[in-house]
């Protein structure tokens, strides 16, 4: 099976572009009431559409990833495959605005040597009548003790006029350390 992504695409994207458009200029405080509402209404959405799929059996890890945002890696009980992975981000764009958001890749081959990883795009997509193009990886690794996951992730958004062919404005996550822990 191939590995499929599952997160920031659509619908969802549109809502954070316009998140992010309504901030002023020079980003959201992260202690800004306001600008973390509408962030968090956004991410219980993704979350109940998430939970409202079966969930796989196998073991869990979970953890914080900076920014407070949780980090969550599913693998089957053979240990062979990360069923889901998932993880919410700040993102940062050129034009100083920024949005949180989550990410997900689903069906990761663990190696015999307990690592995973997988990348998506540059996928374009219309968010909202706002052509962009989404680009992401996770690159991750089980410890000899299998009690602990750690790895990496990014996410680039690069929005374009509505012509679709000059760059409005790219967003991006830098490299997201993370751990997870049965």
Known sequence: MRPTRTMLIGAPLAVALVVAAAVPAGGADAGDPQARAAVSAKA???????????AP??????????????????????????????????????????????????????????????SFG????DAGGVPADIESKVV?????????????????????????STVADTCESGLVRWTATQ
């Open 140 to 164: 991750g690794r089980r410890e000899k003790g299998r009690i602990t996951m750690r790895g990496t992730w990014s996410l680039k958004v690069t929005v374009y006029e509505a012509d679709g």
């Open 122 to 125: 540059p996928e374009r997509v």
């Open 44 to 54: 219980a959405a993704s979350a109940k559409a998430a939970a409202s799929t079966t």
């Open 57 to 118: 059996r196998g073991v869990a890890y979970g953890g914080v990833a900076p920014g407070n945002w949780p980090v969550v890696v599913i693998v089957n009980k053979a240990a062979t495959r990360v069923e889901r992975a998932l993880i919410g981000l700040d993102v940062a764009c050129t034009s100083g605005d920024g949005f949180g958001t989550s990410d997900g890749f689903q069906r990761l081959r663990i190696s015999k040597t307990g690592r995973f990883n997988a």
